[in-house]
């Protein structure tokens, strides 16, 4: 599975973006999926997450009521809606496809990740 994420680039403070994340093969679609970050210096975490078919949301506490995670499996594409952006939430943004069927928050649960893309949020 090949994991191309788009949507990143520089924002000011409060504004927002909208990152997606198409999967290569139709597999990803009866798998979970989510969104991690690393900031600079920062370790790799979990931003949120989904279930495969969209039933089980989990949003980290540093993003929840900011952003939404949803996905369209007809079209093997994930999306993070991302509003009130903050400088703390300058980071690359990576998607992955989890190894079951349900969401999971830690990293070692996904089997396959995209390359990133970069967000910058200026104050």
């Known amino acids: 599975v090949q994991l191309q994420a788009s949507g990143g680039g520089l924002v000011q403070a409060g504004g927002s973006l909208r990152l997606s994340c198409t999967a290569s093969r139709r597999t990803s679609s009866n798998n979970g999926m989510g969104w991690f970050r690393q900031g600079p210096g920062k370790e790799r975490e979990f931003v949120a997450g989904i279930s495969w078919n969209g039933g089980n949301i989990v949003h980290a506490d540093s993003v929840k009521g900011r952003f939404t995670i949803s996905r369209d499996r007809a079209e093997n594409t994930l999306y993070l809606q991302m509003t009130s952006l903050k400088p703390e939430d300058t980071a690359v943004y990576y998607c992955?496809?989890?190894?079951?069927?349900?969401?999971?928050?830690?990293?070692?649960?996904?089997?396959?990740w995209g390359r990133g893309t970069q967000v910058t949020v200026s104050s």
């Open positions: 992955a496809v989890a190894r079951g069927a349900w969401m999971a928050s830690s990293a070692r649960d996904y089997a396959y």
